[in-house]
């Protein structure tokens, strides 16, 4: 039994090491952006240069809306395949794997063609981008509140609901959405951390985004990629850390987040 | 026009009628329990007075309004779930309150109906819970509350104690009909558990197929069943083949044996002579009462009844007995007599369907 368990740890060991090595790399060779002496010099610098910042918050606006703009589509219809049409549920399904199957770059020359010329001339409107966006993260949204809403009892809460008098804007406000807070926050961080790196609707449709810069940076220089790198990975653990912090204040529905990935 | 009234409801799903010219006229704080086997419709005919389901055809009218077209949440209809279904995001008191809320009451009066069910189901102590912290059978009594703290015309439950353990079962079965009795509120009840229809209900409605077969009192189903379905599903019952000797006096022969009914029976070549189990005897033979004789086949130790196996021609009839400390049974392989009175005797002409059946059968031979 304990040889067992002894092994079990040396496999975690080694799965570890896998995993932290390349990091720890990464983060040893961002420290030496001045010669001879580790710093954080690469940081300062990454930090100094107005179009990080810029293009930061571009995407993180892009990020936002992408979030609104895909829950109030998503949630609403899903409740509604749940409730009303599960006939519908593998043709939704189906389209929700379509940005799987068609390169990002195939969609945006679709859209550059669709709505370049009359009657749609959009195509240098920030809608257009969210549009895209939000077709990017589709699956992700679809998945995660598929999930939250097969996690909770959805026909049985709202038709309590309804015979306790109370209408749609209270039963989804009140009960439905509570409910589903983990596997909702789950879509919002997926959604953010595909806009914040996404480049190719970014670059084709010439958006000053985060992910063309970080591209850019990364063929132009040596140490501030790595720095980026390990900014953008603090970043997303910082963002799951969120969730995990978020489902266990709700307590007992934790079970709820397993359900989405 | 009765308090709550349904007339020729039917539903179909395609072309299949679930529910098929269901008319019953329940009187105010009445408890009428729908029972059946699953798939007879009884919870959907529920769902359509709930307003979760649209009839096909047909009117429901509660307390004189029709409320085919109106909303669930418009009809004040309280309902208990199989499930529960209480929010799981509220404690217990948020959750009686959810629906006060959504009526606009006072917050006092809020407070004080809240405290009220918190005492009618016995939970003063656990408002603050929420449901994962509950026990089945607390989460079932404060979905009740939760459904009755809104004074609901109607109270629907939908095989509200099927998820739970005997015990509880029974005992909540009893605490729900003192809480219908105490509030007065008139209560459908769906179940295909006759025990829990038989001790909870005063009327009974007997489905099967999407349509009634019977509507009686707990006596009446099951001492006068008015179909066979309704005399196989209720109870423990002896189905035995006989064939009429004379219809007007009530002679029959089962397995060349002959047996009287209580009073004449439809003519006919084959009818089904049902017993329980409880009427029938091995001892003292009252004057005027029937008697087979067949040989016992097996005892059955079922804790405060026996039930004897006895071989009758090609069926075997079983026959309940009271376990007491000094009973005395004879050995298996024994010929022995059932005794049984006249009243006994539940006859019931075959199945239409066997009826045909048979018919077909003949002619094939």
Redesign the interface.
């Known amino acids: 039994m304990r040889a067992r368990r002894g092994w079990a740890w040396m496999w975690m060991f080694l799965g570890s090491l896998y995993f932290f090595i390349p990091l720890l790399g990464t983060f040893l060779f961002s420290l030496h952006g001045k010669r001879g002496v580790l710093s954080f010099a690469a940081y300062h610098r990454v930090f100094a240069d107005p179009h990080f910042l810029e293009t930061f918050t571009f995407s993180l606006q892009m990020a936002i809306l992408t979030i609104i703009v895909g829950l109030t589509l998503l949630i609403p219809t899903v409740i509604w395949i749940h409730l009303r049409a599960p006939w519908a549920k593998p043709i939704v399904e189906t389209c929700s794997l379509l940005p799987f199957v068609i390169p990002p770059i195939v969609l945006v020359f679709g859209l550059i063609r669709m709505y370049s010329s009359p009657p749609f001339q959009i195509v240098s409107s920030r809608g257009l981008l969210v549009a895209g966006y939000v077709v990017l993260s589709f699956p992700y949204i679809y998945r995660s509140v598929d999930a939250g809403l097969r996690a909770i009892d959805l026909r049985g809460l709202t038709e309590a609901a309804q015979s306790l008098g109370a209408g749609w804007g209270t039963i989804m406000f009140r009960v439905v959405l509570p409910n589903m807070r983990v596997s909702l926050l789950s879509a919002a961080f997926l959604t953010f951390s595909i806009v914040i790196g996404e480049l190719t609707l970014a670059v084709m449709l010439a958006w000053p985004a985060f992910g063309p810069y970080m591209a850019h940076v990364g063929r132009d220089l040596a140490y501030e990629p790595a720095a980026i790198a390990i900014l953008s990975f603090l970043l997303t653990w910082g963002l799951i850390g969120l969730m995990q912090l978020a489902s266990r204040s709700i307590g007992g529905q934790s079970s709820t987040l397993g359900g989405t990935h | 026009m009765a308090f709550l009234d349904l007339h020729g409801v039917v539903k179909r799903f395609g072309r299949n009628a679930v529910v098929d010219g269901f008319t019953l006229a329940v009187q105010e704080g009445e408890f009428v329990s729908f029972l059946g086997g699953s798939g007879c419709g009884k919870t959907t005919t529920l769902r359509m007075i709930?307003?979760?389901e649209t009839p096909s055809e047909g009117s429901i009218h509660i307390s004189g309004t029709d409320v085919v077209s109106v909303?669930?949440?418009?009809?004040g209809?309280?309902?208990v779930?199989q499930?529960y279904?209480?929010?799981?995001?509220m404690t217990v008191r948020k959750n009686i309150e959810?629906?006060l809320m959504?009526?606009k009451w006072s917050s006092a009066e809020i407070g004080q109906r809240v405290d009220e069910m918190l005492t009618l189901i016995h939970m003063e102590e656990l408002g603050a819970r929420?449901p994962?912290?509950m026990s089945g059978g607390q989460q079932q009594r404060a979905?009740l509350a939760?459904?009755l703290a809104?004074r609901?015309k109607v109270l629907?439950l939908d095989e509200p104690l099927s998820a739970l353990d005997a015990k509880i079962r029974e005992r909540l079965r009893t605490e729900i009909r003192a809480i219908q009795k105490q509030t007065g509120i008139t209560t459908i009840y769906v179940t295909h558990d006759q025990e829990e229809a038989l001790s909870l209900s005063d009327r009974i409605v007997v489905m099967q197929s999407g349509r009634i077969e019977q509507v009686g009192t707990p006596f009446e189903i099951y001492n006068r069943p008015a179909t066979p379905f309704v005399a196989s599903f209720i109870g423990n019952l002896n189905i035995l083949e006989a064939t009429v000797v004379d219809a007007a006096l009530g002679r029959l022969s089962v397995a060349g044996q002959e047996v009287f009914a209580a009073g004449p029976v439809a003519a006919g070549p084959g009818v089904k002579l049902s017993l329980r189990p409880e009427m029938l005897s091995l001892e003292d033979r009252p004057e005027g009462a029937n008697s087979l004789a067949g040989t016992l086949t097996n005892i059955v130790f079922l804790g405060s009844i026996v039930r004897l196996a006895i071989g009758i021609g090609n069926r075997e009839v079983f026959l309940d007995r009271f376990n007491t400390p000094h009973l005395a049974l004879p050995a298996v392989g024994t010929q022995v007599s059932i005794n049984f009175p006249r009243e006994a005797c539940l006859v019931t002409e075959p199945d239409p369907a066997e009826a045909l059946a048979g018919v077909l059968l003949a002619k094939g031979n």
């Open positions: 709930a307003g979760f909303a669930p949440n418009k009809r209809v309280g309902m779930f499930n279904a209480l929010f799981p995001n959810f629906g959504v009526a929420y994962h912290q979905s939760r459904a809104v609901p629907l």
